[in-house]
C-alpha cells in the first residue's frame, strides 16, 4: 500500500514519550525512517508526587514545537494492560457468518457489555478457505473500555492533534517482530497446525509493567505481567538507603557506580521475581500449545540495558538471546539519518512499539485492529466533507436566485396590471376566457347534431334496409336453386326411363334445407372442416383427382347409414364419419373428416377467406376461415348420376352443385322499375362451401315403375297372393292354384296363355343412388351495399382506366381491343 504521506508512531510511556516517522517506499517496497524524537518526561509518572496528565500534556507540546505533523497520520499506542486481547479458534463457518460468530463470542470473552466497550477483530494468517468456508482458523479479538481510550485520547485531542489509530503495545510489539524477523515465514501464508513453525518469546518492559508475548507468526498469546524497571529502583531504595531519583541514577550507570557488584546483588530479588514469572507464562503457554517449540528470547524496552538482565533470563530460561539491534533494524529499515543518530542507538529497544505503529499506519503491518471510536471517525468524515457541502449549498443558493431572477422576469411579462399595447392581461385573459367559452359551447352542441345525425342515418339505413331483408332469404332460395345442374328435358315434362335412364339424369334432388346462426363463424369452422376445406383448395389447384366411391359387390347392402329412408336431420339419416361433438353444431350433421373424396376443380375463395385460400397447400393455420357473425346452410340431398365412373357419387356434387355454389353468377331484382342483376356468389356472402357427409353410393337401390300393371287373377279360380310389390308369391299361380307337384292333384292342369306372356313395364328400375350433406356460410349482404360497392368498384376502375402511366404501348397498326369487363359480374351483365 503506497502512501503520499508520512506516519507517526506515537508511545507514552510513564518514563519518556517516544516518536517515530516513516514513509513506505513503494519502488523499493522497504520502510524509510525519515525523523524521530525522544521526549524524556521530568519525573516518571507514576512516582507519588507526579502529575501524569499535565506531564503528557507537556511532553505532547514539546512534541509539537519539534515535529511538523501537519499533514501526517498519527497512530498512537496504549499499555497493554488497558485493554484485553484473546484468541480463539471458531468452528467450521461461511466467511460471510464470520462477524456474527466472533460478535457471539465477543459477549461471551468480554466481561462488560459490548456498549461500555470498544471492539475489534483480525483474521489470523494461515487460515484455509474451503468452499467458502473457514476452516483451521484463529481470530484474534481486541477490546478496550470506552471510557479508558477517551481518557487515553484526551491529551492528544486537546492539542488538536487528529488520531487514526489506537492499538495495544503487545500487538505492536508483535507486529514490530513479525516484520523484523518472520517475513519469510509469513509470506508462505501456509500454516500447518501439526508442525508449527518456531515460536519467540518476546519480553518487553516497561516502567512498572511488563509485556509477555509468544508468537510464531501465526498464532499470538499474550500476558502482561506486574513488574518493571522501577521494580528495580525501589529494590535499590529499599537495599541501598537511597532516595528514589539516586536509586534511579545509580540503575542507569551501573557500570560506573563505585560497587557494581553490590548494585547488582541488591537488585537480585527482582531478577529471581521476574525469572519466576516469565517462566510461569510460558509454562502455562506450553501446556496449551504442547506442540509449539520455543527458539529464542527477544528483549525489548530501555530496562533491558540493565547490565547482565538478558544473559540472566536467557541462561535460567535455557532460550538463545536474539539481539535486535542496530544491523537487525537495518535490515528491514531504511533511512540512515536516524538510525546513525546516537539517541536513537542509545535508545533502540524502545522504539519497537513506534516501528509497529508505523507499519499498522502504513498498510504493513499483521495485525490491524484499531481501538479508535466509530463515532469519531463518522464526525471526522462529516468534517471533512463540510466544505464540499457548504460549496453544494452556495452553489445551488447561486442556481435558485438565478432561476428566481428569470423566473420573475417572465412572471413579470404576463402580470395582470401590465399594460401590452394598450391592453392590460386581466382584460385579455377576461376576452380569451370569453371566446374559450364561446368554443366549447359551440363545441358541445356540434357534439350533439353529429350524433342526431348518427342516429338519423341508422334509423334511415333501418328503414331502407327493412325491404331488402325481406328478400335475402328469397335470394338464398333462387341462388340455390339456380346452382341446382338440371337435364335437357323440357320444361315440365319428365323424361321417360327406357330413352333416358335414371342413372344418366343429372338432377339433384333436395330433402331439406336447414340453417343455423352464429355469432361468430369460426366456432363452426373447426378443424374437420378446415381439413374438408383445405382438400377442397388442393383440389381447386391442380390437385390429385378424387378417388373414385368403391362399388359393394352385388348382393351386398350398402351401409346403413347412407339409406334415403326418412327424413329429418342430416345427422339422423346420413351417418358421418366421427367427429369431436363440439363440432357440429345442433340440429346439423358432423363435421367430416378427411377420408371423403377430394374437391372438384375451379374452386374460388370465400370472401372472409380470401387470404387463407392463398395458403391452401401449406399449413392449416394459414386458413383464417370465415370471421364475424353469419349463418350455416346445409342441404340434404341425393342423385341418380351414377352411371359413369368418372363423374359419380360425390363427384357430381363437386362438379355441379359446389362448383355452382362457388363460380356461378344469378340474377336477382334490384327493385321495381330497375333490370335485374347478376350478382356473384362472393357478393351474396355465400362461401366455405364443403361437402360434409360423403357416403358410398346404394348400389343396390330400386325405384318402383309408375306405369307397372301386375297381372290379373285368373278366372274360376282364386286369386294369386301377390307379394308386396304386386308380384306373385312364389308357387303360386296367378289363379291361385298350387304349382304342379305342390298340391295333391294327380292331374296335370292346362297351361295358361297368359303365364307366357312377358309384362310390358317393369315393376322397378335399378337406380343406384347417392346421398350427401353439404355446408356453406352465408354472410348477409343487403342489396343496397352490394349496389354500392359496385358503384364504387366501377368508379375505381375508371380512374385506373384514365391513369396513362403503365399502360403498354401497342405495335403500329394494331386495332385496340374492347374493354373486358374486370370481373365475373361486369362480364355476366354484359353477356360475356
Not at 478496550?144 to 487515553?152: G, L, T
Amino acid at each position: 500500500m503506497a502512501a503520499t504521506s508520512g506516519v507517526w508512531g506515537l508511545d507514552i510511556g510513564h518514563c519518556a514519550l517516544k516518536a517515530l516517522r516513516c514513509e513506505y517506499d513503494d519502488a523499493n517496497q522497504v520502510l524509510v525512517a525519515t525523523a524521530f524524537d525522544y521526549i524524556e518526561h521530568p519525573k516518571i509518572l507514576s512516582q507519588p508526587d507526579a502529575n501524569p496528565k499535565e506531564l503528557v500534556r507537556e511532553a505532547i507540546a514539546q512534541f509539537l514545537q519539534r515535529n511538523n505533523v501537519r499533514g501526517d497520520r498519527i497512530v498512537i499506542s496504549v499499555p497493554g494492560q488497558s485493554g484485553l486481547v484473546r484468541f480463539f479458534e471458531p468452528p467450521p463457518v461461511d466467511m460471510k457468518k464470520l462477524a456474527d460468530i466472533v460478535r457471539f463470542e465477543a459477549r461471551q470473552a468480554i466481561p462488560f457489555p459490548l456498549e461500555e466497550v470498544i471492539w475489534d477483530y483480525q483474521l489470523m494468517g494461515g487460515a484455509n478457505e474451503v468452499d467458502g468456508f473457514l476452516m483451521e482458523a484463529e481470530v484474534g479479538l481486541v477490546a478496550m473500555k470506552r471510557d479508558q481510550v477517551y481518557e487515553a485520547l484526551e491529551p492528544y485531542r486537546e492539542a488538536d492533534m487528529e488520531i487514526g489509530i489506537v492499538q495495544l503495545g503487545p500487538i505492536c510489539t508483535y507486529n514490530f517482530v513479525a516484520h523484523s524477523l518472520m517475513t519469510d515465514t509469513l509470506a508462505a501464508d501456509i500454516y500447518d497446525a501439526d508442525n508449527p513453525p518456531e515460536s519467540f518469546v518476546i519480553i518487553s518492559m516497561g516502567t512498572d509493567t511488563t509485556d509477555l508475548v509468544v508468537t510464531n507468526g501465526f498464532r499470538i498469546w499474550q500476558r502482561n505481567m506486574p513488574i518493571g524497571g522501577n521494580h528495580f529502583t525501589k529494590q535499590l531504595t529499599k537495599e541501598l538507603k537511597l532516595t528514589f531519583a539516586k536509586a534511579e541514577h545509580l540503575k542507569r550507570n551501573v557500570r560506573e557506580a563505585e560497587d557494581a557488584k553490590a548494585v547488582i546483588q541488591a537488585m537480585r530479588p527482582v531478577f529471581n521475581d521476574l525469572l519466576t514469572e516469565v517462566q510461569r507464562s510460558v509454562g502455562f503457554f506450553q501446556n496449551i500449545e504442547r506442540k509449539a517449540q520455543i527458539g529464542g528470547l527477544i528483549m525489548l524496552g530501555n530496562a533491558v540495558k540493565l547490565p547482565g538482565l538478558q544473559q540472566y533470563l536467557s541462561k535460567n530460561l535455557g532460550y538463545e538471546l536474539v539481539n535486535v539491534d542496530h544491523d537487525q533494524w537495518s535490515a528491514r529499515l531504511a533511512g540512515q539519518s536516524v538510525l546513525s543518530s546516537p539517541q536513537f542507538k542509545d535508545n533502540m529497544h524502545a522504539f519497537a512499539v513506534c516501528y509497529g505503529l508505523c507499519l499498522q499506519g502504513l498498510g504493513q503491518a499483521k495485525f490491524d485492529t484499531n481501538l479508535l471510536p466509530k463515532e469519531m471517525l463518522t464526525e471526522r468524515i462529516i468534517r471533512a466533507k463540510k466544505p464540499w457541502a457548504l460549496a453544494t449549498a452556495s452553489g445551488l443558493m447561486l442556481a435558485f436566485a438565478v432561476n428566481f431572477f428569470f423566473e420573475y422576469n417572465a412572471w413579470y411579462k404576463v402580470h395582470p396590471q401590465r399594460v401590452q399595447d394598450g391592453v392590460t392581461w386581466e382584460a385579455a385573459m377576461k376576452e380569451v376566457d370569453s371566446v374559450s367559452s364561446q368554443f366549447n359551447m359551440n363545441e358541445q352542441e356540434d357534439s350533439g347534431r353529429v350524433k342526431r345525425l348518427d342516429e338519423l342515418v341508422s334509423l334511415g339505413k333501418e328503414l331502407s334496409g327493412n325491404s331488402d331483408r325481406r328478400v335475402l332469404w328469397m335470394e338464398l332460395l333462387k341462388t340455390i336453386n339456380e346452382a341446382l345442374p338440371r337435364d335437357d328435358a323440357a320444361a315440365g315434362q319428365v323424361p321417360d326411363p327406357k330413352i333416358q335412364p335414371i342413372s344418366q339424369r343429372k338432377d339433384i334432388h333436395i330433402e331439406y334445407i336447414e340453417s343455423q346462426y352464429f355469432s361468430n363463424l369460426q366456432v363452426w369452422f373447426t378443424e374437420p372442416i378446415k381439413r374438408k376445406y383445405m382438400e377442397e383448395l388442393a383440389r381447386l389447384q391442380g390437385g390429385p383427382s378424387p378417388t373414385p366411391d368403391p362399388v359393394p359387390p352385388a348382393g351386398v347392402p350398402a351401409d346403413p347409414a347412407a339409406a334415403p329412408d326418412g327424413g329429418g336431420p342430416a345427422g339422423a339419416d346420413v351417418a358421418a364419419p366421427a367427429s369431436p361433438a363440439a363440432s357440429a353444431p345442433p340440429g346439423m350433421a358432423p363435421p367430416p373428416t378427411l377420408a371423403g373424396p377430394a374437391a372438384p376443380a375451379g374452386l374460388p375463395a370465400a370472401p372472409a377467406a380470401a387470404a387463407g385460400a392463398a395458403g391452401a397447400s401449406g399449413d392449416l393455420a394459414e386458413i383464417k376461415g370465415p370471421e364475424g357473425p353469419g349463418w350455416v346452410i346445409e342441404i340434404k340431398g341425393h342423385h341418380f348420376f351414377n352411371e359413369d365412373i368418372t363423374t359419380w357419387g360425390g363427384v357430381h356434387v363437386r362438379d355441379s352443385f359446389l362448383k355452382n355454389l362457388r363460380e356461378q353468377t344469378v340474377e336477382l331484382p334490384t327493385g321495381p322499375g330497375r333490370p335485374p342483376t347478376r350478382f356473384t356468389m362472393e357478393e351474396l356472402g355465400i362461401g366455405f362451401s364443403v361437402l360434409t357427409v360423403d357416403p358410398p353410393i346404394d348400389q343396390t337401390h330400386r325405384i318402383p315403375n309408375p306405369f307397372y300393371e301386375p297381372v290379373a287373377p285368373g278366372a274360376g279360380g282364386m286369386p294369386g297372393m301377390m307379394d308386396g310389390t304386386g308380384g306373385m308369391m312364389p308357387g303360386m299361380t296367378p289363379g291361385g292354384m298350387m304349382a304342379p307337384g305342390m298340391g295333391q292333384g294327380t292331374g296335370k292342369p292346362k297351361p295358361d296363355k297368359k303365364e307366357k306372356e312377358e309384362p310390358k313395364e317393369p315393376p322397378f328400375f335399378s337406380a343406384p343412388k347417392y346421398t350427401f350433406v353439404l355446408q356453406f356460410c352465408w354472410q348477409e349482404q343487403l342489396l343496397t351495399e352490394r349496389l354500392r360497392k359496385r358503384q364504387q368498384e366501377q368508379i375505381q376502375q375508371q380512374l385506373e382506366q384514365q391513369q396513362p402511366t403503365g399502360q403498354p404501348e401497342q405495335p403500329p397498326g394494331a386495332q385496340p381491343q374492347p374493354a373486358t369487363p374486370d370481373n365475373k359480374v361486369a362480364a355476366a351483365n354484359t353477356g360475356g
